[in-house]
């Protein structure tokens, strides 16, 4: 996958079929980001009218915001850590139940160039998707130094909304 292009279809052409199939839904989106600190929000609003179905953004870096923004359980954060597929998935819960939206994504990772452990290497990322009624959630070591995982796991999250939307 090329550095930030969304792999084979370049994130301007996924971000406006993802659009398509919002607005055709008449669903609304809504992030929560760790580590790619609002990348996935900035690639969505990049598309001019993006306001008829992107409704908000949380950039929930600290342990705390997550509790406070999302609702993030102390107990999940301290058995799971911030890194895990049951934090992400309480946070794409949390955006949900804290926006005016459909469809969210949330992602919480490791990208460097510190931070990691044997357990969570530099490059680890948990991505969850949450509709109404689904909490999908995937892992993913990326390659590379901070900017290439942070890029990485924004095409990873926008291919997944792609997904969910259709």
Request: proline content about 3%.
């Amino acid at each position: 996958m090329a550095k930030g292009n969304g792999g084979s279809m370049g994130r301007a052409t996924l971000v406006a079929e993802l659009a398509v199939h919002l607005q055709r839904r008449g669903w609304r989106l809504v992030c929560a980001e760790s580590c790619t600190g609002g990348g996935v929000a900035a690639a969505l609003t990049d598309m001019a009218g993006s306001s008829a179905w992107f409704d908000r953004g949380f950039v929930t870096y600290s342990n705390q915001a997550k509790q406070d923004m999302l609702g993030v359980s102390a107990e999940t954060l301290a058995k799971f850590g911030a890194v895990s597929r049951e934090t992400v998935t309480e946070m794409a819960r949390g955006a949900l139940l804290h926006s005016g939206a459909q469809l969210s994504v949330a992602i919480s990772g490791v990208a460097g160039p510190g931070g990691g452990t044997p357990d969570k290497p530099v490059g680890t990322v948990w991505i969850a998707w949450a509709t109404p009624n689904l909490v999908d959630a995937v892992w993913r070591r990326l390659p590379g130094d901070r900017a290439t995982v942070r890029a990485a796991a924004v095409d990873v999250a926008l291919r997944g909304l792609l997904e969910h939307a259709r």
